[in-house]
């Protein structure tokens, strides 16, 4: 999961936000000070055998 | 007179992750052991061991409800365990300027409204309570 930076009181606003130990990543987006940028990965195309023998 | 000191005026209070030296107006970070009694029959007087490490970062904030500043720092927090650190200035990390670090502080209690007629609304005595105690000097 990757986070972006929204408030310079957490860092340089725009850059990558890289959690520390113990760093609650959820209030951080709660309180608008960061989100997350990560997209939803696409799952595995599931190939169906239609070849009937 | 003492050959060194030091007076804090521009000291870095960051508590998960987020600056609020602008909103801090006092921080006391405190190591503290438990003392464990190990007197025995040879002794004259009472001795001690050190048990678990007990420490603790109490600071007053100013209270703000704009966004990023203290409520929507701390609203989240109080009931979970967080990482909080303190500096003497906003100066690089160095030996002379060392960062301390409790990972895993509990923090108990957050007040919400502490206001005196006529005068700034100050969330005093939030305390970070145990966590692991680490400092950084590079």
């Given at each position: 999961?990757?986070?972006?930076?929204?408030?310079?009181?957490?860092?340089?606003?725009?850059?990558?936000?890289?959690p520390?130990d113990?760093i609650?990543?959820?209030?951080l987006?709660?309180?608008?000070?960061?989100?997350?940028?990560s997209?939803?990965?696409?799952?595995?195309?599931?190939?169906?055998?239609?070849?009937?023998? | 007179?003492?050959?060194t000191?030091?007076?804090?005026s521009?000291?870095v209070?960051?508590?998960?992750?987020?600056?609020?030296?602008?909103?801090?107006?006092?921080?006391?970070?405190?190591?503290t052991?438990?003392?464990?009694?190990?007197?025995?029959?040879?002794?004259?007087?009472?001795?001690?061991?050190?048990?678990?490490?007990?420490s603790?970062?109490?600071?007053?904030?100013?209270?703000?409800?704009?966004?990023?500043?203290?409520?929507?720092?701390?609203?989240?927090?109080?009931?979970?365990?967080?990482t909080?650190?303190?500096?003497?200035?906003?100066?690089a990390?160095?030996?002379t300027?060392?960062e301390?670090?409790?990972?895993?502080?509990?923090?108990?209690?957050?007040?919400?409204?502490?206001?005196?007629?006529?005068?700034?609304?100050?969330?005093?005595?939030?305390?970070?309570?145990?966590?692991?105690?680490?400092?950084?000097?590079?």
């Amino acid at each position: 999961m990757k986070y972006t930076i929204l408030n310079e009181a957490v860092g340089e606003v725009g850059t990558e936000f890289v959690p520390d130990d113990g760093i609650n990543v959820e209030a951080l987006i709660e309180g608008g000070f960061i989100k997350s940028t990560s997209k939803a990965t696409k799952s595995d195309k599931t190939i169906t055998d239609t070849n009937e023998e | 007179m003492a050959s060194t000191s030091t007076f804090l005026s521009n000291a870095v209070v960051t508590i998960n992750s987020v600056d609020l030296t602008g909103e801090c107006s006092s921080a006391n970070l405190t190591r503290t052991f438990d003392a464990l009694e190990s007197t025995n029959m040879s002794n004259t007087a009472r001795t001690f061991v050190g048990g678990l490490e007990n420490s603790s970062l109490v600071v007053d904030l100013y209270n703000s409800y704009a966004a990023s500043q203290t409520y929507a720092t701390l609203k989240s927090l109080v009931g979970t365990a967080v990482t909080v650190k303190i500096k003497p200035t906003s100066a690089a990390t160095s030996a002379t300027n060392p960062e301390h670090t409790l990972t895993g502080a509990f923090m108990g209690t957050l007040p919400l409204v502490v206001s005196s007629l006529g005068a700034l609304d100050v969330c005093g005595g939030i305390t970070f309570q145990g966590g692991v105690y680490s400092v950084a000097t590079a």
